[in-house]
């Protein structure tokens, strides 16, 4: 009977997984990161807590460029409590849909792949917090709506638990 429990357990939980970027291949519209990201950007997001509840708001001037494989993504942030952030991401396009990114508060390097209308984007971040800076893993998904806009949903987690997320919307100007 324990093995059975224990079996039915193991099969359950196998059930419980994370969202697929190949469920995304055939979707449209195509999502190009060199097209999308170039020029100037406009993006409006949420910060919420673990529970789902809203903790900030802010707003981003985006400035992008690429030059052959090498991208460059300019972000100014503007919380809602007055403060200002800057971030700055070299980009590498590899090739079959692969991309990596760098930032000043990246951890390492950003992995990434586009399928279909879909960005799934994975790394560490260093997030500053009432004096102390906390490592974040980030599971970054970006969904094109059209050729200017965009949806971003980023799931925050410590040490394998949630500790909260972003929503971004993106807008080319």
């Known amino acids: 009977m324990k093995l059975w429990t224990i079996a039915i357990f193991v099969i359950a939980l196998s059930g419980c997984g994370n969202a697929s970027l190949d469920a995304h291949k055939n979707t449209l519209p195509v999502f190009s990161l060199e097209q999308f990201f170039d020029g100037e950007l406009k993006a409006y997001g949420m910060v919420l807590d673990r529970s789902g509840n809203l903790s900030r708001r802010f707003e981003v001037k985006l400035l992008a460029s690429w030059e052959g494989d090498k991208g460059e993504i ?30 000043g508060d990246v951890i390492g390097v950003a992995q990434g ?4 209308s879909a960005l799934y984007w994975n790394y560490q ?3 500053p ?3 102390s800076i906390y490592e974040i893993t ?3 998904w970006m969904f094109l709506i059209d050729e200017k806009r965009l949806f971003n949903k980023t799931d925050m987690s410590k040490w394998g638990f949630h500790v909260g997320e972003v929503i971004l919307y993106i807008e080319k100007l």
Do not use: M, P, S
Request: hydrophobic share 35%.
């Open 74 to 103: 300019k972000e100014w942030f503007t919380f809602d409590d007055g403060e200002k952030t800057t971030r700055v991401w070299h980009l590498i396009n590899l090739g079959n849909n692969q991309y990596q990114g760098t930032a």
């Open 113 to 116: 792949r586009v399928e279909g």
């Open 125 to 127: 971040l260093e997030i």
């Open 129 to 131: 917090v009432d004096g």
């Open 138 to 140: 980030l599971d970054d």
